[in-house]
């Protein structure tokens, strides 16, 4: 992954401008669906501050395409179970894995 898009990846993570929430890159506030309030995954953030990374096709909108997010499917997925807090990952915030990212990628 570029480590200048990295670096812009966790400085948004750790902003508090994102609200996060799980199951997509973004999604609208379930209990008002014609709200302007968007919840992302931590994934989605790396779509919003980068319009140019695309969805992985096929995936749902929960997961990004490799080539241009320069992120493996295997990565994503161990992210997005960090977010979501699922398969025996314990969730985190977006502040825990902005540091995981900083460490690991």
């Known amino acids: ?10 400085a948004a993570l750790r902003s508090g401008k994102y609200k996060q929430g799980n ?13 302007a309030q968007y919840y992302f995954c931590c994934l989605g953030v790396l ?7 695309k969805p992985r096709p096929g ?11 320069g ?3 295997e990565t994503q997925l161990f ?5 979501d807090g699922s398969d025996g990952q314990k969730e ?3 502040r825990g894995i902005a540091q ?5 990628l």
């Open 79 to 83: 992210l997005a179970q960090m977010n």
């Open 47 to 53: 779509r919003e501050i980068d319009p140019k990374i």
């Open 1 to 10: 992954m570029n480590k200048r898009l990295r670096d812009r990846w966790i």
């Open 71 to 73: 992120i493996s499917k």
């Open 23 to 35: 199951g997509a890159l973004k999604s609208n506030d379930p209990d008002d669906p014609e709200s």
């Open 59 to 69: 995936a749902r909108n929960s997961y990004l395409d490799e080539k241009s997010s």
């Open 100 to 104: 995981w990212i900083e460490r690991n």
């Open 92 to 94: 985190r915030g977006f």
